[in-house]
């Protein structure tokens, strides 16, 4: 059987890392192999402001010719805040699985809804959603909530919630990761690695 290409999602406000995860996502991919595309599209990327960067990639043979994943065909989202997790229902299907950070970010001058009210919206989509408080544990663990997409993206790998190996994605952030940084991104990895 042919496998498929991989779609991929990730989204939530600036200053989380969307831009440094999909460089390790890709890195990894590269490493693993495969053919992929990727893309940042984003809003108001400043802090606090939306930022959305997606991935395709499968094996070489697939040709992929475009980074953006088309409507409800996304395989993963994985949503650094929960608003974001409600943008990107564009994407959803009853196939797709989300991974959402429990974290959620004031909307200036706007009302916040709540952890119930966001999770009935994306169950209408898809039941495969699975909620970890990556900002509370990396906070507790490792001093640093920043750290989150990257102990995320290696929960995806552990758990098999994407199809790139726990392996590839140590060596891109080996790679990615300036020196000064890198020591605690490792942790975060490790993190995961025991979650």
């Known amino acids: 059987m042919k496998q498929k290409d991989f779609n991929l999602v990730i989204v939530g406000v600036g200053g989380q890392g969307q831009i440094t995860l999909l460089r390790i996502l890709s890195e990894s991919a590269l490493i693993s192999g495969y053919d992929f595309k990727a893309s940042e599209l984003h809003g108001l990327s400043q802090r606090g402001g939306s930022v959305e960067v997606q991935m395709r990639f499968g094996p070489k043979s697939s040709k992929i010719f475009s980074p953006l994943v088309s409507q409800a065909k996304a395989d993963f989202v994985l949503a650094l805040e929960m608003h974001e997790a409600l943008r990107a229902l564009y994407y959803a299907s009853q196939n797709t699985q989300f991974l959402i950070n429990d974290f959620l970010s004031p909307i200036p ?6 952890k119930p009210e966001i999770l009935k919206e994306i169950k209408k989509f898809t ?18 909530e920043v750290l989150a997409g990257i102990f995320l993206i290696s929960y995806s790998s552990f758990k098999n919630l994407i199809p790139l190996k726990p392996n590839s994605i140590l060596k891109a952030i080996k790679k990615i990761i300036p020196e000064k940084y890198l020591e605690l991104n490792l942790k975060a990895f490790e993190l995961a690695k025991s979650f």
């Open 109 to 114: 001058g706007q009302g916040s809804l709540s």
């Open 127 to 144: 039941k495969k959603i699975k909620i970890i408080e990556a900002n509370q544990i990396c906070k507790e663990k490792l001093g640093k």
